[in-house]
């Protein structure tokens, strides 16, 4: 019963997160279309607003630990679900993400992503994209904190799945520190489905990487950096990868 409960609960809150938003993308768009700060108070705001429906609709809270940067960096994060997206850019002062290109056609989603200059990758096409975002950083996107996951997808708790060799591409041509961010969102909202699993759920800003590594060195320690936390953060939230 208190599973079909909460089901209900989740499936009434999913329902009205995709109907604000493109009222709410709407009613900014105008400032945004002259004005990227525009863009920018739209995605914080609608953000702040999921969090706060989440945290009294399916009993989901939200906790953002470590120190996000402040200063021009790359951002490397563990990708489970939506919410970590939202948690990790009202965390930055100035973020953008890199996103697959079709991403750009969605609507409301893909106008605000071109009204913050986000760099459009087509996953597809491994060496045009690496290419296009090397483009992209000598093109000036680079300022502010650049999002990649590196992984290039969500990724369910308890999956392996390689680290791309863009990230350390990136961080090779924009010679700033690397910060990653580790995750436990995917416990309690999965990357399908309806149901959200009442908790806390979790993003942690880690030590930045400062720039000059090897690029094999750059992605095994940041892979060991994300991975090993993010493991941390879900055995926190009852989820042991190993028993999964």
């Known amino acids: 019963m208190a599973y079909a409960i909460q089901w209900l609960r989740s499936l009434l809150f999913n329902a009205q997160m995709y109907v604000i938003m493109p009222i709410w993308g709407l009613a900014f768009f105008p400032w945004a279309l002259v004005d990227q700060r525009g863009a920018f108070a739209c995605c914080k705001s609608f953000s ?55 991403l750009k056609y969605a609507p409301v989603i893909g106008q605000y992503a071109v009204r913050l200059n986000c760099v459009m990758v087509d996953r597809g096409k491994r060496g045009a994209a690496i290419q296009k975002m090397i483009e992209d950083v000598r093109a000036g996107h680079a300022d502010g904190q650049l999002i990649i996951y590196p992984q290039g997808t969500r990724i369910a708790p308890g999956v392996k799945a390689p680290y791309k060799v863009g990230t350390a591409v990136l961080y090779h041509q924009l010679g700033q520190p690397c910060v990653p961010v580790a995750a436990s969102v995917g416990v309690f909202w999965p990357k399908r489905g309806i149901y959200r699993k009442p908790g806390t759920a979790v993003i942690e800003f880690l030590e930045p990487i400062p720039p000059g590594l090897p690029k094999d060195e750059f992605l095994k320690k940041l892979e060991y950096e994300v991975e090993t936390h993010s493991n941390r953060l879900m055995a926190e939230a009852g989820f042991h990868a190993d028993n999964h």
């Open 48 to 102: 702040r607003y999921i969090r706060w429906t989440a945290s009294w609709m399916i009993g989901l809270k939200v906790e953002i630990r470590g120190t996000p940067p402040s200063f021009n960096a790359l951002v490397a994060a563990k990708h489970q679900s939506f919410l970590d997206v939202m948690m990790i850019f009202t965390a930055l002062p100035r973020g953008k993400f890199i996103m697959k290109k079709l």
